[in-house]
């Protein structure tokens, strides 16, 4: 955990040109540097998602629900080599063939850390069989489980305190997948919609 935090992440503009690079200590600090990230979706036979519940010593909304496996890219590194490693590293899983359904922009502050992700986030989708085997880093993942889009989209709204705020989004880029090349260039000089997520709009 805390050797990671001394990695390096590309900070990028609202259409995801590179600007510079950062620590990801450094680019999680108030108010937030809006830097490239990854959200991977595991996806089985019926369409349900593998959920993990990040662990309490996650240093960014620890014991929330939130998607398969996140991540940052290293400068330079491809989406594919960067989501496959951190899907082996943190669930024992891999490698899988990604398809990139979607980017998200995102701000979200954690009250309990202070701690910011202000995040270019490109949503990955991978189809696993059923009987996936998984071997989750405790140091990482809390416990795992498969759930239904459908009911998690319903429990966002119930609950949205025991879910990481991104995952609200980037459930969307899932159900609702549409061209990232496309999505990029339409956001133009005005760039991508960033979505506000702090805690008190209920983290959607």
Not at 47 to 76: D, Y
Not at 92 to 109: H, R, S
Not at 122 to 138: F, G, I
Request: glycine share 10%; proline share 9%.
């Amino acid at each position: 955990m805390t050797s990671r935090e001394g990695h390096l992440v590309e900070l990028v503009d609202d259409t995801g040109h590179v600007l510079g690079e950062a620590t990801v200590a450094a680019a999680h600090q108030p108010p937030g540097r809006l830097h490239r990230a990854f959200s991977v979706l595991l996806v089985d036979p019926d369409g349900r998602v593998l959920l993990q519940q990040r662990a309490a010593v996650k240093t960014r909304f620890p014991l929330r629900w939130a998607n398969s496996c996140c991540g940052h890219p290293l400068p330079g590194q491809s989406l594919t080599e960067a989501a496959n490693r951190r899907l082996a590293e943190e669930l024992g899983v891999g490698p899988v063939e990604l398809t990139e359904v979607g980017v998200y922009v995102y701000y979200a502050e954690d009250p309990a850390t202070g701690r910011v992700e202000f995040e270019y986030d490109h949503v990955l989708r991978a189809d696993v069989p059923a009987e996936l085997t998984t071997l989750p880093d405790p140091d990482e993942v809390a416990t795992l489980r498969w759930a239904e889009p459908g009911e998690i989209e319903a429990d966002l709204d119930v609950d949205p305190r025991s879910y990481a705020p991104w995952l609200g989004g980037v459930l969307n880029r899932l159900l609702r997948p549409a061209d990232p090349a496309a999505g990029a260039s339409r956001a133009g000089a005005s760039g991508v919609p960033v979505d506000e997520a702090p805690e008190r709009s209920g983290g959607r």
